[in-house]
């Protein structure tokens, strides 16, 4: 099946600073990735949609010029967390998406977790 | 717009018994369902999708679900429990076959006792 991973798959940081998160589809090339976020015990909330050598759709209420996203070749997009605070603690999870036919679905990353101290 | 609706946040059940977890959806066009599965900490793993084929669909590891249009539900079932099927799983719900946004429930914890 397709492959998708993540890198880090943790990262704990100082607030003020930026972290990047990568996803990439290891088996396939995906002209679109989607970025979620989940808060502990909660659902998975689509934050944006990332299409490649294009500009990302973010979901209302998604800062986009806190949340970065570029998805610059087939095989990966990046999710940029600028000047973080500890709210943006969560389990940031990635998928892409699979075109074959009729079997197109989303296939998800592993998720990074992120702590801002 | 489309919304999903898990009865249960959390359902227990004994080892070798049988595995219900109710899915709701709400579409106001032919609905794509799926269930996910995730394990502690990690992503989340595709156990069946209905895509408007065969209402009875089989998945991995032994799970099925039945779309039924007239009640609205994508309900998933494992007729034996696993203690390895401890997870938190997700119904989620696509206008297209899953290449689009998936709106998602809020889950429903398993947990599987010996």
């Known amino acids: 099946g397709a492959v998708v991973s993540q890198h880090p798959s943790r990262v704990i940081c100082k607030s003020g600073t930026s972290v990047k998160i990568e996803c990439r589809s290891l088996?396939?090339?995906?002209?679109?990735m989607f970025w979620y976020r989940q808060f502990p015990k909660k659902s998975l909330m689509l934050m944006a949609t990332s299409n490649e050598g294009s500009k990302a759709t973010y979901e209302q209420g998604v800062e986009k010029d806190k949340f970065l996203i570029n998805h610059a070749s087939l095989t990966l997009s990046t999710l940029t967390v600028t000047s973080a605070h500890p709210e943006d603690s969560s389990f940031y999870i990635c998928?892409?998406?699979?075109?074959?036919?009729?079997?197109?679905?989303?296939?998800f990353g592993p998720g990074t977790r992120l702590l801002v101290l | 717009a489309q919304s999903v609706t898990q009865l249960g946040s959390h359902v227990s059940v004994s080892e070798g018994a049988l595995v219900l977890l109710r899915c709701n959806y709400s579409s106001s066009v032919p609905p794509y369902l799926f269930w996910y599965v995730q394990y502690p900490n990690q992503g989340l793993q595709l156990l069946l999708k209905?895509?408007?084929?065969?209402?009875l669909v089989k998945g991995i590891n032994g799970f099925e679900a039945e779309f039924k249009k007239s009640e609205t539900s994508f309900h998933l079932t494992k007729p034996s429990a696993h203690m390895s099927d401890a997870a938190e799983y997700f119904c989620?719900?696509?206008?297209?076959?899953?290449?689009?946004?998936?709106?998602f429930g809020k889950g429903t914890k398993l947990t599987v006792n010996p």
């Open positions: 989620a719900v696509s206008t297209l076959g899953g290449s689009e946004k998936l709106v």
């Open positions: 998928s892409a998406r699979v075109a074959s036919g009729d079997q197109e679905t989303q296939y």
């Open positions: 088996d396939f090339q995906a002209t679109t």
């Open positions: 209905y895509t408007s084929a065969a209402t």
